[in-house]
């Protein structure tokens, strides 16, 4: 994966910096870049937060491994995080929870949850132009499967740790390659003749697409957030397995076959079982032995649920105005 472009001021630094060594930057300023629109639809602050992130996952291609941690990059960071949260605080109240009554209030945020009928509309009217933009869109998550949430496996003790790597187990194939949740979703997307090379449609979502993944970074690579890393992780298992089988049987309505739809088949069964394991086990857990972050638990799970309420409804947006949900046009396999 090679940078993609800029999108601003902000994003235009980060990218200038990044095509530089290491070693030829002291601390060099990165503006901090206006607070103009909604962080959610940011796209010079997702996509300056997301090359931030990326450095401590795979990285780029064109960019020197030093800059992970180099000063210029990791101030501007912290300064992004920061218009990160407040938009983000700005879009959840603030929770008050029992740390005994975890679990329960978990159950009752996502019971109250009426985010927009993507999945409903994906099963019964989506085109398959329709059904490429979303699977595109997802990939930018879904080719790095639960590698976020695996940052929280060090910070976790006792029977949240022992919940958390269950979880993750299941996501990483239990080891074997061909079961990984990555390898089964770069199946669907070769199926619709997308490149399912890692990153390949980064320069193409919007900002509400990379703000999904951003969400779970930040939560995920800041040990401060660890419980609303989980909380996120707890919301999305706990919302998942109905919209997959109606995203298999949309895949299905289409002339997908077992294999183009088994990513999703797979969730529906997987996060039934982990929707109990992150409730209880890891966040209910979590909150017993930390009740002073029961609350953070609570914060994570309802940005999570906002953010891909967002998400969706721009998608359903765009594609009721006859436009595409990209920034270009989807391309096909490499």
Same mark, same amino acid.
């Given at each position: 994966?090679?940078?993609?472009?800029?999108?601003?001021?902000?994003?235009?630094?980060?990218?200038?910096? #990044?095509?530089?060594?290491?070693?030829?930057?002291?601390?060099?300023?990165?503006?901090?870049?206006?607070?103009?629109?909604?962080?959610?639809? +940011?796209?010079?602050?997702?996509?300056?937060?997301?090359?931030?992130?990326?450095?401590?996952?795979?990285?780029?291609?064109?960019?020197?491994?030093?800059?992970?941690?180099?000063?210029?990059?990791?101030?501007?960071?912290?300064?992004?995080?920061?218009?990160?949260?407040?938009?983000?605080?700005?879009?959840?109240?603030?929770?008050?929870?029992?740390?005994?009554?975890?679990?329960?209030?978990?159950?009752?945020?996502?019971?109250?949850?009426?985010?927009?009928?993507?999945?409903?509309? #994906?099963?019964?009217?989506?085109?398959?132009?329709?059904?490429?933009?979303?699977?595109?869109?997802?990939?930018?998550?879904?080719?790095?499967?639960?590698?976020?949430?695996?940052?929280?496996?060090?910070?976790?003790?006792?029977?949240?740790?022992?919940?958390?790597?269950?979880?993750?187990?299941?996501?990483?194939?239990?080891?074997?390659?061909?079961?990984?949740?990555?390898?089964?979703?770069?199946?669907?997307?070769?199926?619709?003749?997308? +490149?399912?090379?890692?990153?390949?449609?980064?320069?193409?979502?919007?900002?509400?697409?990379?703000?999904?993944?951003?969400?779970?970074?930040?939560?995920?690579?800041?040990?401060?957030?660890?419980?609303?890393?989980?909380?996120?992780?707890?919301?999305?298992?706990?919302?998942?397995?109905?919209?997959?089988?109606?995203?298999?049987?949309?895949?299905?309505?289409?002339?997908?076959?077992?294999?183009?739809?088994?990513?999703?088949?797979?969730?529906?069964?997987?996060?039934?079982?982990?929707?109990?394991?992150?409730?209880?086990?890891?966040?209910?857990?979590?909150?017993?032995?930390?009740?002073?972050?029961?609350?953070?638990?609570?914060?994570?799970?309802?940005?999570?649920?906002?953010?891909?309420?967002?998400?969706?409804?721009?998608?359903?947006?765009?594609?009721?105005?006859?436009?595409?949900?990209? #920034?270009?046009?989807?391309?096909?396999?490499?």
């Amino acid at each position: 994966m090679r940078l993609p472009q800029s999108r601003g001021p902000v994003s235009a630094a980060i990218v200038h910096l #990044l095509r530089r060594a290491p070693s030829e930057v002291d601390t060099a300023p990165v503006p901090a870049g206006p607070a103009v629109v909604p962080v959610l639809h +940011d796209e010079d602050l997702q996509l300056s937060l997301w090359l931030c992130y990326e450095l401590s996952y795979r990285g780029f291609d064109d960019v020197d491994d030093g800059w992970e941690t180099a000063p210029s990059i990791t101030g501007a960071r912290r300064g992004l995080e920061r218009r990160w949260l407040a938009g983000l605080e700005q879009l959840v109240p603030a929770a008050d929870v029992d740390a005994r009554h975890v679990p329960r209030a978990l159950a009752e945020l996502v019971a109250a949850d009426d985010g927009p009928p993507l999945a409903k509309y #994906l099963q019964r009217r989506a085109s398959r132009e329709q059904f490429r933009e979303f699977v595109a869109q997802r990939s930018v998550y879904h080719l790095k499967e639960a590698d976020p949430h695996s940052w929280a496996i060090p910070r976790l003790s006792g029977r949240a740790k022992a919940a958390l790597i269950e979880i993750q187990a299941d996501e990483y194939g239990h080891g074997r390659l061909e079961r990984m949740h990555s390898e089964l979703f770069r199946a669907t997307m070769r199926s619709l003749g997308l +490149d399912s090379s890692y990153g390949h449609f980064v320069g193409q979502v919007p900002a509400v697409t990379l703000a999904v993944s951003n969400l779970m970074s930040f939560f995920g690579l800041n040990r401060r957030w660890v419980g609303a890393a989980i909380g996120q992780l707890a919301a999305f298992e706990m919302t998942s397995s109905l919209p997959n089988r109606r995203y298999g049987n949309g895949l299905r309505r289409l002339g997908g076959d077992a294999g183009a739809t088994r990513f999703y088949d797979e969730h529906v069964e997987a996060d039934a079982v982990h929707e109990q394991v992150a409730a209880h086990d890891l966040c209910g857990g979590f909150a017993l032995e930390n009740p002073h972050a029961a609350n953070d638990v609570m914060f994570g799970a309802a940005c999570g649920l906002a953010v891909e309420a967002e998400f969706g409804r721009y998608l359903l947006g765009q594609w009721e105005n006859d436009a595409s949900s990209l #920034l270009a046009a989807v391309d096909t396999a490499a």
